[in-house]
């Protein structure tokens, strides 16, 4: 469809995760696919959880992401405002049209006696709906009610039969009405419920396509026969499958941080997050590279979205986050981690744009994300402090016979480049006996401190040999310290 309206529809109460950042892409993917309109509405009903600060911190996080939006909050538009809390008057209006109507009334029951409801209807193995006796109050009645203070919630009316609609995912849906019963729509303090407040902005903002989690499918039938009862027609609907973890079950944080914003905070780049977000259900990505965003809208179709759960690995996103650092260029690279290297207090002054980019380049290699090849770069400016593991190899007799070794070959020698790094290695593993692991380990726990990190060969050519024979004679005094 050509000039679609489409929303991400967020609930201020915390930092957006995987799940409502998929829907975010798909409905922006959506929008720019088919010369559409991207809107942020922020649904805020529930006052309690919400705050400015976790609308700030979605908001943040979809710039961030690039998902940037046509009409919302900070930039307003035609259809605002953009937060429920400032549209109660339009739920209002919609109530009043409603009760006018006979499609609803208002309910006296008590929070003790629809539980009360409830526990008899599950007892009878019946669906836990409401029976619907405040239908029949009259005037006099509902009067008498209000005169002794009770403050009614309103209820849409349930009059039988079945609400189909098609879904772009699921295909044709159909929901018995007599399963979930009279609903209500305003609360007792006279705040619009989600069903109420979600479906009067999809027919205001004029919405096309809601495009969502497949968790909200049982609310779509009564926000249809709501919009339907004032005179509307609804938009077409999208149910995005659920996301589960690799191990099948509900995703958590116990499966790699879910949330997006720790994930930018931690240095996870834009294009990584989208792609692996895009993959989550959908057939056009498959991920054997990093896309830009307005690669994959120029192909997204949500017919290619499945019905069936998607998983969610961490892994997949740290090996297209290593990819997409593997594939930046070097000085963006190095533009994109020298603050953080700043802060870190990285010595940049002491080196050279050359040596800087030739660090970059090796820090790079095996990292998942800028923080990695901060820590990578930590070993060119001086030794690390050990850890316990790299204590270990420290400690190990056969450890001094190496830095003895490597300070015999490294004598004489002015500069180092890739063969005679070979050379070093040949003459320290000759003169110890080691080779393998068991030379590797020791000689690098040496130089660097660490156990891991940038390849040997390039920390031993950028260095040099006057700065590596510095850092086996600081471990030495430090052993006869």
Not at 96 to 117: F, G, H, K, Q, V
Not at 435 to 455: C, D, N, W
Request: charged content about 25%.
């Amino acid at each position: 469809m050509n000039n679609p309206r489409v929303r991400f529809a967020p609930s201020p109460s915390g930092a957006a995760h995987i799940g409502n950042g998929r829907t975010a892409l798909f409905n922006w993917l959506y929008a720019r696919a088919n010369s559409g309109k991207f809107i942020v509405r922020i649904e805020d009903t529930d006052q309690a959880r919400s705050s400015e600060t976790s609308e700030r911190l979605v908001l943040d996080t979809l710039s961030r992401l690039g998902l940037r939006w046509d009409e919302g909050p900070d930039i307003g538009g035609p259809y605002g405002p953009y937060r429920q809390s400032e549209r109660q008057h339009l739920y209002a209006r919609a109530v009043r049209e409603l009760i006018e109507t006979n499609d609803a009334y208002p309910c006296y029951c008590s929070p003790r006696e629809l539980e009360m409801e409830r526990k008899a209807s599950i007892a009878a193995r019946k669906p836990p709906r409401y029976s619907g006796k405040c239908r029949k109050l009259t005037v006099a009645e509902r009067s008498a009610m209000e005169k002794g203070g009770i403050r009614p919630a309103i209820r849409f009316k349930i009059k039988g039969g079945s609400v189909e609609f098609d879904d772009a995912v699921r295909g044709g849906v159909s929901f018995d009405t007599a399963d979930f019963g009279d609903f209500i729509i305003m609360r007792s303090d006279a705040t619009a419920s989600y069903l109420l407040a979600s479906a009067v902005d999809d027919m205001e903002m004029r919405i096309t396509d809601v495009i969502r989690g497949e968790d909200h499918l049982s609310n779509t039938p009564m926000q249809i026969l709501i919009m339907r009862a004032l005179g509307h027609e609804p938009p077409r609907y999208a149910h995005l499958p659920m996301i589960l973890g690799p191990d099948g079950s509900k995703l958590s944080k116990r499966h790699g941080s879910a949330d997006i914003h720790e994930l930018l905070e931690a240095g996870y780049l834009p294009d990584a997050i989208n792609t692996a977000m895009a993959m989550l259900g959908w057939s056009g990505v498959d991920g054997n590279e990093v896309e830009t965003l307005e690669a994959i809208a120029a192909k997204f179709d949500l017919g290619g979205v499945s019905r069936s759960p998607s998983r969610y690995d961490k892994k997949r996103l740290d090996n297209l986050n290593s990819r997409a650092l593997r594939s930046m260029d070097t000085g963006e690279l190095l533009s994109l981690v020298s603050p953080a290297l700043e802060r870190s207090g990285f010595p940049i002054d002491r080196f050279g744009e050359e040596h800087m980019r030739a660090m970059i380049e090796t820090a790079r290699e095996g990292a998942n994300t800028p923080a990695d090849v901060v820590s990578h770069m930590g070993q060119f400016a001086g030794a690390v402090k050990p850890d316990d593991a790299t204590l270990t190899i420290l400690k190990a007799p056969e450890t001094s016979q190496v830095a003895d070794a490597l300070k015999k070959a490294l004598s004489g020698l002015s500069t180092i480049d890739t063969e005679k790094y070979k050379s070093v290695i040949e003459s320290v593993s000759l003169q110890t006996g080691l080779k393998g692991k068991r030379l590797y380990q020791p000689v690098r726990a040496v130089i660097t401190g660490a156990a891991s990190g940038p390849k040997l060969a390039d920390i031993f050519t950028i260095l040099g040999p006057e700065e590596l024979l510095k850092r086996i004679d600081k471990l030495e005094a430090l052993e006869r310290a």
